[in-house]
């Protein structure tokens, strides 16, 4: 599937967006997949759960707030890709 490269105003990431963005880190300041694992993160992405390219809407339900390096692995999944490995400074991959 192809994302869409039209600006941010026009896909709907506009004023009522940043609203929306700023509440959910407010009410949920860490990373809902990094917590999921025991892990503690400050959140500063908010992602939707079914993205918008797929039919997903901003509904509070749909929004989960995340850290950059959980969103990217995320928005490659739901692109169709596999997420970048990393590897841990004693040389094994980093779960």
Do not use: F
């Not at 950059?68 to 970048?84: F, L, M």
């Amino acid at each position: 599937m192809a994302w869409s490269r039209e600006s941010r105003h026009v896909r709907g990431y506009g004023s009522s967006w940043d609203a929306l963005r700023k509440q959910v880190l407010e009410d949920e300041p860490l990373c809902r997949m990094c917590t999921a694992k025991g892990r503690v993160k400050l959140a500063v992405d908010v992602d939707h759960i079914k993205p918008k390219a797929k039919g997903g809407d901003d509904d509070l339900g749909n929004l989960q707030p995340l850290c950059r390096t959980c969103h990217k692995d995320k928005t490659a999944i739901d692109a169709g890709h596999k997420p970048k490995q990393r590897i841990g400074l004693d040389g094994w991959p980093i779960e």
